[in-house]
């Protein structure tokens, strides 16, 4: 199975902050990499999905990157409702894949 | 959107049973696939499978031999059977619209609010 792997694990972040989440895959994945949004008692929410696309509805702060094994998530301004853990998946094999996620903490 | 209801306890070395029902349109369109993803308290998340309108379907290797998906779209609903259960299949269970973009299934794009389901005599 490929591993994807998150960093870092958790983080703190003032409102306004520019936040960055990484996200690198055990072997190359094209872009067949999605982000969710998950906050407490919810069910995740799709936010990017081909490592760059961003799902209709959601906030233009929001923005993906990356190819291959390593991709990005950046808020570019963190507001309130942004935090939450967030995750990426793989779809680029048959058994797919969750990163362990990202805790966006209020510093 | 979609909606999860099954037994929220079940006994070690029993079958796990759920059903997801899909609200607001026709499982018989073509263009999406029907998942299972479920999240241990406080862990993260794990994809179970996911199973098309023809009853096709593709399984976590890790839950195959203990896993059943199934889909009746004149009910709008898709199920989850898992047998020999244990503790560790406690769990938060979702279920989720899974979409294709030129035939390749590639993201979950709609999620059940999440049901938990407890693992215990």
């Known amino acids: 199975d490929i591993q994807m792997t998150q960093s870092p694990s958790s983080l703190s972040a003032s409102v306004g902050d520019r936040v960055t989440i990484t996200c690198r895959a055990s072997q190359r994945i094209s872009n067949f990499l999605t982000w969710y949004q998950q906050k407490p008692g919810k069910a995740p929410q799709l936010l990017i999905y081909g490592a760059s696309s961003l799902q209709s509805g959601v906030p233009s702060r929001f923005s993906g990157s990356g190819s291959g094994t390593d991709f990005t998530l950046t808020i570019s301004s963190l507001q309130p409702e942004d935090f939450a853990t967030y995750y990426c998946?793989?779809?680029?094999?048959?058994?797919?894949?969750f990163g362990q996620g990202t805790k966006v903490e209020i510093k | 959107q979609l909606q999860e209801s099954g037994p929220g306890l079940v006994k070690p070395s029993q079958t796990l049973s759920l059903t997801c029902t899909v609200s607001g349109g026709s499982m018989s369109r073509g263009g999406y696939y029907w998942s299972w993803i479920r999240q241990q308290p406080g862990k993260g998340l794990e994809w179970i499978g996911f199973i098309y309108n023809s009853g096709s379907t593709y399984y976590n290797p890790s839950l195959k031999s203990r896993l059943t998906l199934s889909v009746d779209t004149s009910k709008t609903q898709f199920s989850l059977k898992l047998s020999s259960v244990t503790a560790a299949d406690t769990a938060i269970y979702y279920c989720?619209?899974?979409?294709?973009?030129?035939?390749?299934?590639?993201?979950?794009?709609?999620w059940g609010q999440g049901t938990l389901v407890t693992v215990s005599s």
């Open positions: 998946q793989q779809s680029f094999t048959s058994v797919w894949t």
């Open positions: 989720a619209r899974t979409v294709t973009i030129f035939g390749v299934v590639t993201y979950f794009d709609s």
